[in-house]
């Protein structure tokens, strides 16, 4: 079996190596002062965004 140094990358492959280096972010959360159930927040590092939870549920604890 012969295997070939200089490969071309596929789209596959580069897709995978983009989501592996987005995932890698070590989060930084900068939230907003609670304002209803919910507040935004934004990572200081790679500004992804999510919602966050401003209270929890008794179903949501760790008894």
Same mark, same amino acid.
């Given at each position: 079996?012969?295997? %070939?140094?200089?490969?071309? %990358?596929? @789209? ?6 983009? *989501?592996?280096?987005? $995932?890698? &972010? ?15 927040? %934004? &990572? ?6 999510? *919602?966050?939870?401003? $209270?929890?549920? @008794? ?5």
């Amino acid at each position: 079996m012969v295997i %070939e140094k200089d490969l071309v %990358e596929t @789209d596959a492959v580069t897709a995978v190596a983009e *989501e592996t280096a987005e $995932s890698a &972010c070590k989060h930084h959360w900068v939230i907003e002062t609670a304002n209803g159930p919910v507040s935004w927040g %934004e &990572c200081q590092i790679c500004h992804e965004g999510k *919602e966050f939870q401003n $209270s929890i549920t @008794d179903g949501d604890r760790d008894y």
